[in-house]
């Protein structure tokens, strides 16, 4: 029979769910959508820029095919003295482009100076209440005109939805005003 005290100390003590050691994770390369196009990406480096959260996460969804767009890599490099299979590379080019196109990162033609505003800002300028409550006009259909944003803001980590909707502040003005002299 286990005592109280050795279980409460062996729960507070174990690794965190899903760990099978208590070491750190190992630390996501720094990876920029610029540069050379042919360069060739490792796993770690295209993981990144798709916004997979680790190396683990993106071979998981890569074995199971739930990243149809990525191409078969464009090389396999076996590193001397190494006993596991080749190392797959992919094109900078083509990564990018993916991740452009899958909204992890911002379309290539989008202004970045534009002055874009988040739910928050656009629900005060239409005379929303708060956020929630525009969010939901929008998804109820009440505001056709804003159906499609005009730009997103791109997060990495947890800290809330990675792709958060952007519309032009001229744009929302612009129908507040209609807005109000309709009334």
């Given at each position: 029979?286990?005592?109280?005290g050795?279980?409460?100390?062996?729960v507070?003590?174990?690794p965190?769910?899903?760990?099978?050691?208590?070491?750190?994770?190992?630390?996501?390369p720094?990876?920029?959508a610029d540069g050379d196009?042919?360069?060739?990406?490792?796993?770690?480096?295209?993981?990144v820029l798709?916004?997979?959260?680790?190396?683990?996460?993106?071979?998981?969804?890569?074995?199971?095919?739930?990243?149809?767009?990525?191409p078969?890599?464009?090389?396999?490099?076996k590193e001397?003295g190494?006993?596991?299979?080749?190392?797959?590379?992919w094109?900078?080019?083509t990564?990018?482009a993916?991740?452009r196109?899958?909204g992890?990162l911002?379309p290539a033609?989008q202004?970045?100076?534009?002055?874009?505003?988040?739910?928050?800002?656009?629900a005060?300028i239409?005379?929303?209440?708060s956020?929630?409550?525009?969010?939901?006009?929008?998804g109820?259909?009440?505001?056709?005109?804003l159906?499609?944003?005009?730009?997103?803001?791109?997060?990495?980590?947890?800290g809330?939805r990675?792709?958060?909707?952007?519309?032009k502040?001229?744009?929302l003005?612009?129908l507040?005003a209609?807005?109000?002299s309709?009334?």
């Amino acid at each position: 029979m286990w005592r109280r005290g050795t279980i409460v100390t062996w729960v507070a003590n174990r690794p965190g769910k899903g760990r099978r050691s208590s070491a750190p994770a190992a630390a996501r390369p720094e990876v920029s959508a610029d540069g050379d196009p042919d360069e060739l990406l490792g796993t770690a480096e295209v993981a990144v820029l798709l916004g997979y959260s680790s190396t683990a996460s993106f071979s998981s969804a890569l074995y199971q095919g739930r990243i149809p767009e990525l191409p078969e890599p464009n090389s396999l490099e076996k590193e001397e003295g190494s006993r596991g299979p080749a190392r797959k590379k992919w094109r900078r080019a083509t990564v990018v482009a993916i991740a452009r196109k899958r909204g992890v990162l911002p379309p290539a033609d989008q202004d970045e100076n534009a002055d874009l505003v988040g739910a928050a800002e656009a629900a005060r300028i239409l005379g929303y209440s708060s956020a929630d409550s525009f969010i939901s006009a929008l998804g109820h259909g009440l505001l056709p005109d804003l159906d499609q944003p005009d730009g997103f803001e791109y997060r990495r980590g947890s800290g809330g939805r990675p792709r958060q909707q952007r519309w032009k502040r001229s744009r929302l003005e612009d129908l507040a005003a209609r807005r109000s002299s309709t009334s």
